[in-house]
Nanobody
Framework: QVRLVESGGGSVQAGGSLRLSCVGS????????MAWFRQAPGKERQFVAG????????YYGDAVRGRFTISRDNAKNTVYLQMINLKPEDTAIYYC??????????????WGQGTQVTVSP
């Protein structure tokens, strides 16, 4: 499995911005489909955004589309999540995840430890 380490979480007021980073190691980063998920207390884990390994095509959950942007820098083994116009309902632990296409993984098998994002009204 790939080791993933997130950073960049914190506390902001509604309307503010944050950028999360996730550095991967132990795999061929350019072959990884990368994604961000989040989980708020008492709620199920929710897909936030994903980006393909092949052509950087990105996908977004309905709750964040238009406000969040996922990107990757394969030279730095890093995926980013730029978040703008944050809302209190964005408060959650944000997790980075990877699916290794070289290994033929069917789902996201590698997960980071998570980074807390708190948005106050």
């Amino acid at each position: 499995q790939v080791r993933l380490v997130e950073s960049g979480g914190g506390s902001v007021q509604a309307g503010g911005s944050l950028r999360l980073s996730c550095v991967g190691s132990g795999g061929t980063f350019s072959s990884l489909v990368m994604a961000w998920f989040r989980q708020a207390p008492g709620k199920e884990r929710q897909f936030v955004a994903g980006i393909l390994e092949s052509d950087d095509t990105s996908y977004y959950g309905d709750a964040v589309r238009g406000r969040f942007t996922i990107s990757r820098d394969n030279a730095k083994n890093t995926v980013y999540l730029q978040m703008i116009n944050l809302k209190p309902e964005d408060t959650a632990i944000y997790y980075c995840a990877a699916r290794d296409t070289l290994k033929g993984e069917q789902g996201f098998q590698s997960w980071g430890q998570g980074t807390q994002v708190t948005v106050s009204p």
